[in-house]
């Protein structure tokens, strides 16, 4: 199992199973799975197509429910939740990143950042500050004001993964989130999730089908036919390389004043 970083495991999943019956063939996404996870790892998710990985990440994210079993999420049974309190879950306590970015093509790098903030109803003045700070946090301050087809996909990326920490969540889910990358643009984002991880401690499970990105993580869990085939520590992880110098705040790009000073508890659970 994984090294404890808190007391209290802030996933933890009991006899967990998953089965669709939209066919004349009932599906068995997830046989019986047990699993923790604690504050401040980062875990990789791999298997193959059809191992039941997805479904597991789409539990975990509260996107879908457990035929059967019990799954709780920061000390709270899920399975309990009614769907207003789930749709608070996923926007105050976990940030996604796809495969495919997913951000809005008429706005600008900024703007798109700031759309959870505006979801969850804070005001415009600190939404503004929360989401620059985000981008430079991600080394993106000075394309705060770029739409995406103005940024490369390493940029479009970053850029999904400072949206997805902009409501400082407790655990950043990533699915296949360097598959529209190339090997090098994938390695600049296998750096950030290590570098937000080591510094910032943030809780990150990763979703991938190819060995060479998890083993990046520090955990790896491979799944096979819904079931959880090997669960290990990686005590070497690969070290990804940043592919270009992180840019610093650039007040004219930013739009806010060089002297605008705010303080941003990040991440959340280091209270």
Same mark, same amino acid.
């Given at each position: 199992? #994984?090294?404890?970083?808190? *007391?209290?495991?802030?996933? %933890? ?11 004349? +063939?009932? +599906? ?14 980062? %875990? ?7 191992? @039941? /990985? ?13 035929? =059967? ?8 049974? +899920?399975?309990?939740? @009614? *769907? ?8 105050? /306590? !976990? @940030? ?8 809005? /093509? ?31 946090? *991600? ?9 995406? #087809?103005?940024? $490369? @996909?390493?940029?479009?990326? =970053?850029?999904?993964?400072? =949206?997805?920490? +902009? ?18 643009? #994938? ?33 790896? !869990? ?9 669960? /290990?520590?990686?005590? =070497? &992880?690969? *070290?990804?390389? &940043?592919?270009? &110098? ?7 790009? #930013? ?5 605008? $000073? ?10």
């Amino acid at each position: 199992m #994984s090294e404890a970083h808190d *007391v209290q495991p802030l996933i %933890v999943l009991e006899e967990v199973y998953k089965v669709y019956n939209s066919g004349a +063939v009932p +599906v068995h996404a997830l046989r019986g799975i047990n699993l923790e996870i604690h504050r401040g790892e980062f %875990v990789a998710i791999m298997g193959a197509s059809g191992s @039941g /990985k997805t479904t597991l990440m789409n539990i975990i994210g509260c996107l879908d429910r457990p035929t =059967r079993g019990r799954y709780f999420f920061d000390g709270q049974d +899920v399975g309990q939740l @009614g *769907v207003n309190q789930l749709a608070s879950i996923r926007n105050r /306590k !976990i @940030g996604f990143v796809f495969q495919g970015f997913n951000l809005l /093509k008429r706005q600008t790098a900024l703007e798109n950042v700031e759309l959870p903030l505006i979801y969850a109803g804070v005001r415009a003045q600190e939404r503004r500050q929360r989401a620059w700070e985000m981008l430079r946090l *991600v080394g993106l301050a000075d394309r705060a004001h770029h739409l995406p #087809s103005q940024l $490369s @996909g390493g940029q479009q990326q =970053r850029v999904a993964i400072a =949206r997805a920490l +902009v409501n400082r969540p407790q655990v950043l889910l990533a699915d296949e989130p360097t598959g529209n990358l190339d090997s090098r643009t #994938s390695e600049e984002i296998l750096a950030e999730f290590q570098r937000l991880n080591q510094e910032f401690h943030q809780t990150i499970v990763l979703v991938t089908h190819e060995p060479d990105i998890a083993a990046h993580a520090g955990r790896i !869990i491979l799944m096979r036919d819904g079931r959880i085939a090997n669960d /290990k520590l990686n005590t =070497r &992880p690969r *070290v990804a390389r &940043p592919a270009q &110098p992180r840019a610093e705040p650039d007040a004219n790009a #930013s739009g806010l004043p060089i002297a605008v $000073s705010f303080q941003v508890e990040y991440p959340s659970e280091a209270k």
